[in-house]
């Protein structure tokens, strides 16, 4: 059973830990964007928009994080940790774990009550800010809930409004969403949510598979016009499929994360009621921006997902962890393995390929690498891998990798990967020890150091 | 934006005192031995940003003190102490704190010589059998080191054929008082100038070995000086004031006058010590122990209570600095990116990669067309730093060197496998022996420092497809919009740190 945490609460959470900035200041609608970004790319905490112009209060990078090619201490997965209901702390590997807890075992939500209010707000007067100055009101991050057969699907979804009664939503094709099917867009879902209903359509759409569910114990639900949507959900519109063939929603450098890896459609929904809890908080993400909420949820998603499935793939677990960094906005997998044998390097690699279609580049390092360390790997991969023999292309045949931005014509091409570890064939005597502080100095010398460290005058740096 | 902000220092005891001022040194009295200690304390400063420590007191047996890692640069701004040895304003930011430099070496000074009476360098002379190099607490930097190392100092030796004088770096380890190992890894000036000049005609090389000398020699002695130019005259150049040059006691070259330890000797010909092992500043002990050619030496002169600086190589492997990497950002780039706009290319910046000093770089650039990024590939990797070098990154010229999420970014996205990663055959090319990823055997006789078996060198084109612009989100080019949204975050209560962007994005604010 897991700490099923609201986006509501999710949020508080980050202002306990100092981790969330409060703009009292009016902010117009099309500057909140502006300020979403800028905050993003000052490696800035979340962002509380307290006064705009509607019912809503944005809050951008919820579930974003700092980079960390440069800042030692920084994890850029703690929001998401923190949404979880983890500790801020968490490990890298504790949270993949957590985001891939539905693919190891389905587990039921708790049934409850809705939190949010009928309401006789339209969508425009929700408040919702554009992506960009002049564009309509957008909304990132939602889950869409509909009937299919027996059983309430989610699906992500965003988009934007276009009426008062109308809005436009980007979704997984083929997702069995019909003409005139009744739905529920739900906005300000639990972070748990948007982990499960990604997990299921990435995997779903890259292998095929139907499991996991998008539903779990870490996301209480409660019904809404029949359909089962999360409980906490801080605002709701209940609607039809509209417009099948709507058209297309401009979209900001590409729309969210998640669509790189799956085809998608584009629905008109008709809106018939908004419901909200009081003081609703959704979160809002400026499209395209570095880092941002989308980017770091599919990354660590997809590397839960992609760490499941390897580990599951040969009846062993060599695999120590997976990560898609924000930090190469997904066009680079960085993968630490037992190298079982030699060539099994190549075998991981083309496993993973197959597995998605996000990236086309595998950096592959060896057991012992820290996931929380990214300035090693970004030693390894030039120091540890011989240029010319353990930089591996395939032939220009591959599928398209669907994050790099050098060809989007669609036409196949080379995938790349780079052996960072050591060669299994290696004499023992070949392998170069690593240096550290701890193997660089004996245990004498260290605690020496650590003992007088205090009286020796170090203060903080000048900067 | 002016550079000007003050004089240069015109030692390196100057420079510690300007670090002093500004409360960035610290004087450690308490006994700290040379063996490991010092260095294990100067790794954790450099781990934790601190100031830089002065080791009062490292031996009993001798008044000299150590320095650990007196360049390293602060986290964000690795060029910030060297900016301010050489009198350049601190709050520069990475173009301008570059161009102000490429200024600078731009406009050469001629050195002047002094008297002996009137250098610093010549307070103590020993000659003879007065010559002790033990005498001095060289470090012991990692408990698997080969032996004790001078590694932050300038070696000064002449072409046996010409008039030039080659400033370089190139470390030392002692074997007993006289005598000393060298590394000298063929392809680069120096030791070419050995192997391939003195050694083939069986002649020792002079040559003479600055230990502490002012920061605008130690600058240009890692510098990419072109073959034939005086380093003395660049490093005036840096400083804007001549340096002071003293001739040497035992042989015709002429050293820094306020070095704090000026080692006087002779590189003998086809005489070769051990060498290593050393922890190196890619981040692993990489062996086998080498021969190396042997430094003999006939005088050592000093300051009072020399200063030894030292450097821990290996700590600045991942996101810590040192001086190895500071100076690679201060000196290195700025040096590389006057020498390729001077011979015709259309460089924006070339900077050392973060993690890995001397193996990967980073080159932004306004034309991008493949048959031009091949032909300036083709001319750094033959130029004589590149056995250390294995690759290069080009980005466009509106992507920030600096800015490694940038970088990264762009070789995740732009960096087509099939197209944009070339190499200049699989093993054409020649490689030093410093590194992991060959065998022993593939190593080989590293007589001349270099491996029996060749590598690639590679560079990465992550440009983007002719016509592609920058996509990076909402508002980039707004920069009104974006002043206004700062405002809002920093009256919010954001933290300027935390404010702080990449150099590419700060110009919004200049």
Known sequence: ?463 | MTDRQGDAVDSFRDYLERLAERGVCNRIDQRISWNLEASAVTMRANEQDSAIPVFEDVSDDSSARLVGDPYRGARRKPWKRIAMALGLSEDLTTDSFYEAVIDRLRSPISPTVVDSEAALCKETVHTGDDVDLLSFPWPFLHVGDGGRYSNLHTLIADDRDTEWTDWSSHRAMFHDNTRASVLLLAGEQTPNIYYYKYERHDEPMPVAITVGAEPAVECVSMMWIPTGRSEAEFAGGLKRAPVELVPCETNDLRVPATAEIVLEGRILPNSRLDEGPYGDYFGYMHGPRRSMPVLEIDAITHRERPHIPFTVEWSEVGYAHNTTSSMEVACVGPDATLGLRAVGFDVEKLAPWPFTPRTVYVVSTDTTNPSYLHELANFIFTTWGMLHVDFFVFVDSDVDPFDQRAVLEAMALYADPDEDFHQFGAETMPKVPLNIYQTPEEKGDVQMGTSKAKTAKTYIDATRPEGQGQERGFGLEDTERRRRAREILEAAGLASAAAETADADREVDE
């Open chain 1, 1 to 463: 059973m897991t700490d099923a945490r609201s986006f509501r609460e999710g949020v508080d959470a980050l202002a306990a830990n100092d981790d969330l900035l409060d703009v009292d200041e009016r902010v117009s609608d099309e500057d909140v964007a502006a300020v979403a970004a800028e905050a993003a790319r000052s490696n800035g905490p979340a962002v509380r928009f307290t006064e705009t112009s509607g019912v809503v209060t944005p809050v951008s990078g919820a579930f974003a994080g700092p980079e960390q090619v440069t800042q030692s201490s920084e994890r850029p997965w703690k929001r998401i940790a923190t949404a979880l209901g983890l500790e801020t702390d968490a490990s890298y590997r504790r949270v993949v774990e957590r985001v891939a807890a539905p693919l190891a075992a389905a587990t039921e939500p708790a049934e409850t009550d809705l939190l949010a209010d009928p309401s006789d707000a339209d969508c425009y007067s929700l408040g919702l800010p554009p992506l960009e100055p002049g564009a309509p009101p957008a909304f990132t991050l939602g889950v869409l809930a509909f009937e299919h057969g027996d059983e309430t699907r989610w699906l992500p979804v965003r988009g934007s409004v276009r009426g008062t009664h109308r809005v436009r939503a980007v979704v997984p094709a083929d997702s069995g969403l019909t003409s005139s099917a009744e739905v529920s867009l739900c906005l300000g879902v639990p972070g748990a949510a948007v982990t499960n209903t990604l997990l299921h359509w990435l995997d779903r759409s890259q292998t095929g598979s139907i499991r996991p569910g998008t539903k779990s114990d870490a996301v209480p639900t409660a019904t809404h016009e029949g359909r089962v949507v999360p409980a906490t959900s801080e605002v709701l519109f209940s609607g039809r499929v509209a417009d099948f063939e709507a058209g297309s929603e401009p979209s900001v450098d590409g729309g969210t994360a998640w669509e790189l890896a799956m085809e998608t459609e584009v629905v008109d929904v008709s809106v018939d009621a908004v419901a909200h809890r009081e003081s609703p908080l959704v979160p809002f993400v400026p499209l395209g921006t570095p880092l941002t909420d989308d980017v770091q949820l599919v990354g660590i998603t997809e590397s839960a997902r992609l760490n499941y499935r390897v580990n599951n793939y040969w009846g062993i677990e060599p695999v120590e962890w997976i990560r898609l960094p924000a930090e190469m906005s997904l066009g680079m997998c960085v993968v630490a393995s037992e190298i079982l044998y030699a060539g099994f390097e190549w075998q991981l690699s083309n496993t993973l390929f197959a597995f998605s279609s996000l990236f086309d580049k595998i950096l592959i390092l060896d057991e012992n690498t820290s996931a929380a360390d990214l300035s090693r790997p970004l030693d390894d991969i030039w120091v540890k891998a011989h240029p010319s023999q353990d930089w591996v292309f395939s032939e220009p045949s591959a599928p398209a990798a669907t994050a790099p931005r050098y060809r989007t014509d669609g036409e196949p091409g080379s995938r790349l990967f780079i052996n960072a570890t050591w060669d299994p064939r290696w004499d023992e005597e070949y392998i170069a020890p690593r240096v550290t502080y701890e193997t660089s100095y004996p245990e004498e010398v260290r605690r020496t150091v650590a003992e007088m460290w205090s009286n020796l005058g170090f203060d903080s740096s000048d900067d």
